[in-house]
């Protein structure tokens, strides 16, 4: 069975530049999650939607920072314009139910912005 | 905010020692969990723990939940060199806004030396 799919799975962009990271989250659950992770603030929570509906964005840093689930299979979380600031492991994850016990989480994507 | 407090932040032992990571929390969880991350991956749930005084084992692993569900502890035995990894723990709080989101501690990076 397929995991969560993340790609690219490692980006270098140039500061100023816009940022696309994807996510297929497993066929079935309707709850999904973007975080972040570095050294310095761990794995912090971005946002999450459950059937398709962002529930909270309370985690997303700031207003360069944009995502969508435009349907159950597909979401992005968008960097625009990127910062070096925002290099970081970004990981999505998914679950079957928005309270459910155990989330899944893909490969993520390391972003390095220079 | 709602914070987990792991610790400790490192730790580098022997094979065949034991030890133990503690992850605190001021605010009372509804379930906790404990995730394991090796480089270049997601993390991968080990254990969900619910009820207060709970204890559940995992080959060499013992999960133990406190009492009052504030706080988690997770004991490794005859620590082998496969368990090195970054062992995170995270922590669904009930109800209000915080419902579906799992807050994570800023883990424990483990080196199990042969």
């Known amino acids: 069975d397929a995991g969560v799919i993340q790609s690219p799975r490692h980006e270098v962009t140039e500061m100023g530049q816009e940022v696309t990271l994807r996510c297929k989250p497993i066929?079935?659950?309707?709850?999904l999650f973007w975080y972040r992770q570095t050294m310095m603030r761990g794995l912090e929570l971005l946002i999450y939607?459950?059937?398709?509906?962002?529930?909270?964005d309370s985690g997303m840093p700031e207003d360069r920072f944009s995502a969508k689930m435009p349907n159950a299979s597909f979401s992005t979380l968008k960097i625009q314009p990127s910062e070096p600031r925002d290099s970081a492991v970004y990981f999505c994850?998914?679950?079957?139910?928005?309270?459910?016990?155990?989330?899944?989480f893909g490969p993520g994507t390391r972003l390095l912005v220079l | 905010t709602q914070l987990l407090e792991q610790s400790p932040q490192f730790l580098s032992i022997q094979e065949g020692e034991n030890l133990t990571v503690y992850c605190n929390s001021s605010?009372?969880?509804?379930?906790l969990q404990w995730y394991r991350q090796e480089p270049g991956e997601g993390p991968v749930l080990l254990v969900t723990?619910?009820?207060?005084?709970e204890v559940k084992k995992l080959k060499r692993l013992t999960f133990q939940f406190g009492d009052a569900r504030k706080d988690s502890s997770l004991h490794i035995t005859a620590a082998q060199p496969g368990d090195t990894g970054l062992y995170l723990c995270?922590?669904?709080?009930?109800?209000?806004?915080?419902?579906?989101?799992?807050?994570f501690g800023q883990g424990t990076i483990l080196t199990v030396h042969p």
């Open positions: 939607f459950n059937n398709n509906v962002p529930i909270d």
């Open positions: 995270a922590g669904m709080y009930a109800g209000g806004t915080s419902y579906g989101k799992l807050t």
């Open positions: 605010s009372v969880f509804s379930s």
């Open positions: 066929s079935g659950h309707n709850s």
């Open positions: 994850a998914s679950s079957l139910e928005l309270a459910g016990r155990t989330q899944y």
């Open positions: 723990v619910v009820t207060g005084g």
